[in-house]
Structures are given as C-alpha cells and as structure tokens.
C-alpha cells in the first residue's frame, strides 16, 4: 500500500483481556517496527523484525506482549491480560531496511485498558 | 532507555521567527534522524544525517551534527504555524541492533 495501515485505530479493553493490534507495512520494506508512547513521552522501543532473522525482542516489557510478522508483510502485537499500565498509543513502522533509512509510520492504535 | 534528550522541551515563537532544537545522545552512532509528530499520533520522517556529515538542508530545515560533543541541532527557518507539533530525534547506534532510540521530544508552537 501506499503507507504503513494500523488497526484498529481506537481500541477501549476491560482489564484482563488480550488484544491484538495489527500493521501493515510498505510493500517491499523488509524491516517493520513496533514502538509504544505513553502520554507525553517519547517512543519506547518494542520489537524488530527484519526479513527473516530472528527479531529483535529487547523492548518488550514483560512476557504478556509478543508479536508475529507473517510472511514477512503483516505483523500483529499481542498484549494478554491487559493492564491499566498498558494504556497508549501503539505505532508501528517500517523501512526500506533497518536502521540506515528513514521509517514511515503508521498512525498508531490508542489502546485505553479500562 | 533514551539516547537521545532533546532540548529544550517546549519552545514557543512567533510566526516568521526561527526555531532551534538541540539534541544530545550518549553513544557512537551510525546516523541521526529528526521527525515530526502532530497531535501525538504517527511520526513523520524529516531528515537522516550520517555520522560522517557535519550538516544537511531540506527545504527550510537545516540539521548539524557533533559527533565531538554528541550532539545535534536542528533548524527550522522562517517558521510557520503549520509548523506547531513535536520533534524528536533518534539515533542508530553504530554496530548495535538496528532499531532507532527516540528522544523525549521538543514541544514546538508557532504563534500566528
């Protein structure tokens, strides 16, 4: 597509639910990326993946958040048993490959836990 | 953790006036990037400076890079309303993963 496709882009979850976020990157970009912020900070890494190597899971923060990229296209992020403490705005983005090039971002998904 | 913290943290200017956004980060890099945020949602890519430039122009925005200091500044000149979001930079270290390493942001208005 055109640019990096996230879904939902609002989603509202009772405490203790799982939820699946969804992106879409560029066509033909091999590495995607998942960032979270919370209200008023800056990005806080999550996950890398880059083509076909195993990704990059330094950032996420406990073992209830886990994410998959099928394919090497679609990516989804899985957050089990929500927290309040999860609330923020999910972004993902992807480029060309890795670090060298410029991301283009989705417009996120603002996960409230409630 | 966060590499790179942008200074200052909220800046307000008038229309016409240039703005200065600085940028320290604590490691070897690979390059530096600037982007863009409005209304808190998805980032918009500005510019990429390698740790072998010194400086870079796009349009009204000019970019320098210390890697002496650690540091980087950027530059939008002539600054509009339009202007008004948050900038970030985010930093590739060098020989280290490839994910970017975003700062906390500058909080830019631009009064009409």
């Known amino acids: 597509g055109a640019g990096v496709s996230q879904s939902p882009s609002n989603k509202v979850t009772e405490k203790g639910k799982d939820v699946e976020l969804r992106c879409d990157p560029i066509?033909?970009?091999?590495?995607l990326y998942w960032y979270r912020q919370s209200l008023g900070q800056g990005l806080e890494f999550l996950i890398y993946?880059?083509?076909?190597?195993?990704?990059?899971k330094s950032g996420l923060p406990s073992d209830r958040f886990s994410a998959e990229r099928t394919g090497g296209s679609v990516s989804t992020l899985t957050i089990q048993r929500t927290q309040q403490e999860d609330s923020a705005v999910y972004l993902c983005?992807?480029?060309?490959?890795?670090?060298?090039?410029?991301?283009?971002f989705g417009s996120g998904t603002r996960l409230t836990v409630v | 953790s966060q590499q790179g913290e942008e200074d200052p943290q909220a800046l307000s200017i008038q229309e016409g006036e240039n703005a200065t956004m600085n940028c320290s980060y604590k490691t070897s890099i690979n390059n530096l990037q600037w982007y863009r945020q409005n209304s808190g949602r998805g980032l918009v890519h500005l510019i990429l400076i390698r740790s072998n430039e010194r400086e870079k122009h796009s349009g009204r925005l000019r970019v320098t890079l210390d890697t002496s200091k650690k540091s980087s500044s950027l530059l939008i000149t002539a600054s509009r309303a339009a202007d008004t979001a948050s900038y970030f930079c985010?930093?590739?270290?060098?020989?280290?993963?490839?994910?970017?390493?975003f700062g906390k942001g500058t909080k830019l208005t631009v009064n009409p």
């Open positions: 983005a992807s480029s060309p490959y890795g670090g060298d090039y410029g991301y283009t």
């Open positions: 985010a930093t590739r270290s060098q020989g280290g993963s490839e994910k970017l390493v």
């Open positions: 993946f880059q083509g076909n190597s195993a990704p990059d």
């Open positions: 066509s033909g970009h091999t590495a």
